[in-house]
């Protein structure tokens, strides 16, 4: 039973190690993107043409 309960323990540990790791990687892809202006205008010139045909309702 004990060793269930270290098992389950370390489990936990490793989720929230792999979370935070994911939380830190998106950051730094994010702040990156936000910092990237060539993509920036990019986003504006298409974000333009999203709902070019299509009727909102």
């Known amino acids: 039973m004990a060793s269930n309960n270290h098992s389950a323990y ?4 490793l989720k929230q190690e792999h979370k935070n790791f994911l939380q830190t990687a ?3 892809v994010n ?3 936000a910092e990237d202006t060539s ?3 990019e986003l504006q010139a298409w974000d333009s043409t999203l709902s070019d ?3 909102n309702d």
């Open 10 to 13: 370390i489990n936990q540990l």
């Open 26 to 28: 998106l950051r730094k």
């Open 31 to 33: 702040q990156e993107e």
């Open 39 to 41: 993509y920036q205008e």
């Open 53 to 55: 045909g299509l009727i």
